[in-house]
């Protein structure tokens, strides 16, 4: 049975860093594309961060990119989100999820593994 799982998540003050780590279990996924999604109270769940197979493509949601690094390390845990100058609005339980493709996507329709969320919380 193929699962993933995120760690990381916890309360942050404004301003402040955490470190996501997705790991899986019941296959790799190497030659996945993989992301990160997001979904706060009473919204809709939305994109982050897209890695594709080998992590030499990126794409990033307008409200983090240059403050959030989607990595991977096929090796090991296979993917991380790292997470700078966090805002309140950046609250929400986030998601890792990997596709059947090698290629990145935005859509949700893409992805056909997910795992179970963090939380992040914001606050001062």
């Known amino acids: 049975q193929v699962h993933l799982e995120e760690s990381g998540g916890g309360l942050v003050q404004p301003g402040g860093s955490l470190r996501l780590s997705c790991e899986a279990s019941g296959r790799t996924f190497n030659n996945n594309a993989m992301g990160w999604f997001r979904q706060a109270p009473g919204k809709e769940r939305e994109f982050v961060a897209t890695?594709?197979?080998?992590?030499?493509?990126?794409y990033y949601a307008d409200s983090v990119r240059g403050r959030f690094t989607i990595s991977r390390d096929n090796a090991k845990t296979p993917l991380y989100l790292q997470m700078n100058n966090l805002k309140p609005e950046d609250a929400a339980v986030y998601y890792c999820a990997a596709s059947n493709w090698m290629t990145t996507s935005r859509s949700e329709l893409s992805y056909d593994y997910w795992g179970q969320g963090t939380q992040v919380t914001v606050s001062s």
């Open positions: 890695i594709n197979w080998n992590g030499g493509t990126t």
